[in-house]
């Protein structure tokens, strides 16, 4: 399962760490420098034991990829949006466990472009809606 949602500020880093059940397996993280990266990755951090990728994202006010390793730290793997997204989706993963792409916008249009993803939006809640919680995406 992947599971695609901007969270491209606290708050919204905030409701993705409250609407998913189970820790993911893995985090594909990018985001723009002008963002408070700090506050979102420390609310991404509550889930211990996931794998992190750091996503450069091809956009002029992207964070570049020392400003990655030291947002994600050592254990990290950075790199191109595509690279990690690679990297992240030949990991093992733990069903039910699902893979995360968060921390953009462009990061989450990046790869919803992509041609290699077979997209499939799920109808959501008002509720859900209201919350801007996660979107799902199935991939071949």
């Given at each position: 399962?992947?599971?695609?949602?901007?969270?491209?500020?606290?708050?919204?880093?905030?409701?993705?760490?409250?609407?998913?059940?189970?820790?993911?397996?893995?985090?594909?993280?990018?985001?723009?420098?002008?963002?408070?990266?700090?506050?979102?990755?420390?609310?991404?951090?509550?889930?211990?034991?996931?794998?992190?990728?750091?996503?450069?994202?091809?956009?002029?006010?992207?964070?570049?990829?020392?400003?990655?390793?030291?947002?994600?730290?050592?254990?990290?793997?950075?790199g191109s949006?595509?690279?990690?997204?690679?990297?992240?989706?030949?990991?093992?993963?733990?069903?039910?466990?699902?893979?995360?792409?968060c921390g953009?916008?462009?990061?989450?249009?990046?790869?919803?472009?992509?041609?290699?993803?077979?997209?499939?939006?799920?109808?959501?809640?008002?509720?859900?809606?209201?919350?801007?919680i996660e979107?799902?995406?199935?991939?071949?």
């Open positions: 399962r992947l599971v695609l949602d901007a969270a491209h500020n606290p708050d919204g880093a905030n409701a993705l760490v409250r609407s998913l059940k189970t820790t993911p397996d893995a985090v594909v993280f990018g985001a723009m420098a002008d963002k408070e990266v700090g506050a979102m990755v420390e609310s991404l951090r509550s889930w211990e034991g996931a794998r992190w990728y750091g996503a450069r994202i091809g956009n002029e006010r992207s964070l570049d990829e020392d400003a990655l390793a030291q947002v994600l730290g050592p254990e990290a793997m950075i949006t595509k690279a990690v997204l690679h990297a992240a989706l030949n990991g093992r993963f733990k069903a039910p466990s699902p893979l995360v792409v953009s916008i462009y990061l989450r249009l990046t790869l919803s472009s992509t041609r290699t993803w077979r997209v499939e939006i799920p109808r959501r809640s008002e509720a859900t809606r209201a919350e801007s979107h799902r995406r199935c991939w071949r």
